[in-house]
């Protein structure tokens, strides 16, 4: 039997660039998933604050999706004024979507590397199957518990079961992080892989600190 499938993308989103998007679109692809949705968190508990607010983020978002018809955006965790635990999202999610529901947990292989440091992260297959995307600069763990849980996976179990597995996609890879998006704009230059609608929106409100230079 096959059973529905959704995938979820979560970030801080700050801001959303091309490389979260071709992800999403290539684990939506690769997998043939019914759906899925970016997840902007709203306070990261592994990181630093983000420099934009969560509304602000969330817009971008918007305008990034706006013409792209495979994605959309779940804003569950922007409406819960806490912490974003992911298992605490998934739980949530479970209980509107009950377990006839087969649910995808995206990630790069960075945040995979440190999946350890996440709240109950021992609970996260129980709650949903977890995807790598592979991420220039950083290869999914070889030994330990994450790299075990990569040696039982098979794909097909994503279309089967509701959760419980992990796999690891190769697709092709994008160099694009929001952190060299922002040291750029703050330098007023212009970041390659972010989409116009969001460089215009960020030039317009001169966010991230970009200020046009002469050329
Ligand atoms: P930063 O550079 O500040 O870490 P980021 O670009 O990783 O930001 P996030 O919102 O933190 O953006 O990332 C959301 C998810 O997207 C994470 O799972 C991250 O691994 C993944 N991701 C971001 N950029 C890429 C990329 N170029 N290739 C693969 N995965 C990516």
């Not at 998933?33 to 817009?59: I, M, W």
């Not at 971008?60 to 779940?74: E, N, R, T, W």
Request: hydrophobic fraction near 40%.
């Amino acid at each position: 039997m096959s059973l529905p499938t959704l995938g979820f993308f979560g970030g801080t989103f700050d801001p959303v660039h091309c490389g979260h998007l071709q992800m999403a679109l290539a684990a939506k692809a690769h997998l043939q998933l019914d759906e899925v949705r970016l997840l902007p968190c709203h306070q990261p508990p592994h990181r630093a604050t983000p420099q934009l607010t969560s509304r602000q983020r969330s817009l971008l978002l918007g305008l990034a999706v706006q013409d792209v018809d495979d994605l959309s955006i779940d804003t569950r965790e922007l409406k819960r004024d806490k912490l974003s635990w992911t298992v605490d999202t998934l739980r949530h999610c479970r209980k509107e979507f009950g377990d006839e529901l087969s649910i995808t947990l995206w990630m790069g292989a960075d945040s995979y590397s440190g999946l350890q440091n996440w709240h109950e992260w021992q609970q996260l297959p129980q709650l949903a199957h977890i995807g790598i995307l592979q991420r220039p600069g950083y290869t999914v763990p070889k030994v330990g518990v994450l790299a075990h849980w990569l040696e039982r996976s098979s794909a097909a179990n994503i279309h089967q079961q509701p959760a419980g597995t992990v796999v690891a996609l190769k697709q092709p890879l994008l160099p694009w992080s929001a952190t060299k998006i922002r040291e750029q704009l703050a330098l007023g230059v212009r970041p390659k892989g972010l989409p116009e609608s969001v460089f215009n929106y960020i030039v317009a409100h001169q966010l991230y600190g970009f200020t046009e230079t002469e050329t």
